[in-house]
């Protein structure tokens, strides 16, 4: 853990999770190991006031249990954000009375401690490069796939979010058909490596109404309609990645989300995009699948608290 003063109990950093179905919570030392976790659904209907309360009572019960005193907070949220006034911007119609809710002040007036706020993705990056699959990468790519397709940047040893806090939002650039995206756009990526249409082209195609993970399911049993989602999904990734790399010289890649569990069927139609059409620098793209699988965010909330309060 870290040093705390003379004769006190070791300092500890939390970070919070707070997702659209679950919240995460966990308590880490200086090195981000952590020390407790818990779960709790995430009251999404009830306001950002339940969220937060839910995510607070969530942690009170890990600092009883284990013995340090407390550092500082980090929040990653879904939604739009704005990290440097800890606010949240933007977010989807499931989540009720969210947008505009200052988070950060909201865990500051109930800890007594500094509280950091960062969009979800973002976070999920900071994660994977302090304790997961690219740990020590001063050069990343993020990228989850889950109901929606997020992504995030790591640019000279720290995160690139641009000055309206979108920089690597790759999951909503254009140039990737017409289907309309979830966002009001058409043609993003989004719209063909998410779960949510990945199952809604499966369906287009065979008549068949299922989750992605059905889809996955069925590209398992040799399904043509469900391997051609998943190859269509892996070769837009691929393209997703390959613009990135033109763009920025970044060559590293870290996929997460739930849907990234179907990696089997992701990873070969990537990995021959990859090939057929290879950055413009002649650099190798390195893949990889996350590591840290539900802790990611929470552990780079808790990470982004770290750095911010000059411990690492």
């Known amino acids: 853990m870290t040093r705390s003063a003379a004769g006190g109990p070791p300092g500890a950093y ?3 999770d707070i997702g659209g179905t679950t919240t995460q919570v966990v308590l880490c030392t200086g090195d981000l190991t952590v020390l ?3 779960e709790v659904p995430t009251p999404a ?9 839910a995510a607070l009572a ?3 019960p890990l600092l009883d249990r284990v013995p340090a005193r407390l550092l500082g907070v980090g929040v990653g949220a879904a939604g739009v954000v704005d990290a440097r006034a800890g606010r949240v911007l933007a977010a989807s119609d499931s989540f009720h009375a969210w947008a505009g809710f200052a988070v950060t002040a ?8 500094p509280a950091f706020l960062d969009n979800d993705v973002n976070a999920f990056l900071r994660g994977e ?11 990343v790519l993020a990228m989850t796939l889950g109901t929606g397709v997020g992504g995030a940047l790591w640019l000279d040893g720290a995160l690139f979010d641009g000055p ?3 920089a690597g939002e790759i999951g909503h650039v254009p140039g990737f058909g017409d289907t309309p995206c979830s966002c009001g756009g058409r043609g993003h990526l989004e719209t063909l490596a998410s779960g949510r249409f990945i199952a809604a082209r499966y369906a287009q195609r065979s008549g068949r109404h299922t989750t992605a993970r059905g889809v996955a399911a069925a590209a398992g049993r040799g399904d043509p309609h469900a391997l051609a989602v998943f190859g269509a999904a892996g070769s837009a990734v691929a393209r997703a990645i390959l613009i990135t790399a033109g763009l920025v010289d970044v060559t590293t890649v870290v996929l997460g989300g739930g849907v990234s569990g179907a990696w089997p069927l992701l990873e070969p139609s990537i990995r ?7 950055p413009v620098s002649g650099a190798p793209v390195r893949l990889v699948r996350a590591r840290l699988g539900s802790d990611a965010v929470a552990i780079g909330a808790a990470s982004r608290a770290r750095t911010e309060l000059g411990a690492g």
């Open 106 to 113: 909201a865990v500051e007036a109930a800890l007594g401690v």
């Open 58 to 60: 969530a942690l009170r």
């Open 164 to 166: 309206r806090g979108a």
């Open 36 to 38: 407790d976790r818990a």
């Open 129 to 139: 490069v302090s304790k997961g699959a690219v740990a020590g990468e001063s050069h």
């Open 45 to 53: 209907a009830e306001g950002g006031h339940a969220m937060v309360g």
């Open 272 to 278: 021959t995009a990859l090939r057929a059409d290879p």
């Open 14 to 16: 939390a970070g919070i």
